[in-house]
């Protein structure tokens, strides 16, 4: 007994607006009719759409569905593909879950580039603001140092001195602030060779991240703060 094509979507486990989509691309053949113009589905239909949601179930893209369900017919480079790109997708998700893990675990600040969470707690703002960006422009070998030079047990009371200047800070005061901050910066390239030169060490071309780096020092820090910075490289630039 043929089936109407409310009847094939029940026994295929579908819908009729799913058993008309798969007529109107091409994935299913039209049935023959009976005298009264209503489809009549058999166990041909039936099999063709079963094995058509099968490879859809699986992940195959519809697209390539019309080259799979013939009998005896393996997909396997298909099917490898979409195991690669699942693989893939597990491994992601993977990740954000511990990066989720992380951020719940000790309360620390979402915009905080991966891998940045438990002992830093202190980054001001505008420091995190910065490792955002330079999350964007430097190697993983960077971040991996900024990270280390970011935990909380790493931190000096002159970062935190540095954080809290105030924009009304007296010329003393910074000249005073670049003359201690040039040793700790001194000492911190000497560990960190790239600091010397960090826009060779990014990606995205030297001029480009030197350009991209005044620009958010400016928008993120205070004008004492760059005042401080400015004399804390004149100071090392002259051998003090």
Known sequence: MPWSTSQLAALSGTTVKTVRHYHQIGLLDDPERAPNG??????????????????????????????????????????RVIDAELASSIERLQRLRAELALILRHQTPTDLPAGFGAG???????DRAMLLIYSRV?????MDDLREMSDDANRQPIDTEFDALSPDATELERQQLAQRYAPYVRELTARYPWMDAPAAHAAGGQQATENLV??????????????VLARTHFILQSGG
């Open 38 to 79: 209503y489809k009549q589905y058999g166990v041909t239909h039936l099999l063709r759409v079963l094995r058509i949601k099968r490879l859809s179930d699986l992940g195959v893209p519809l697209a390539q569905i019309a080259t799979m369900t013939e009998p005896n017919t393996r997909p396997d480079e298909a099917l």
């Open 214 to 227: 005044g620009e958010a020092l400016v928008a993120l820090y205070n004008p004492a703060q760059l005042d």
């Open 120 to 126: 830093s707690a202190e980054i001001s703002e505008a």
């Open 138 to 142: 430097f190697s993983s070998t960077v």
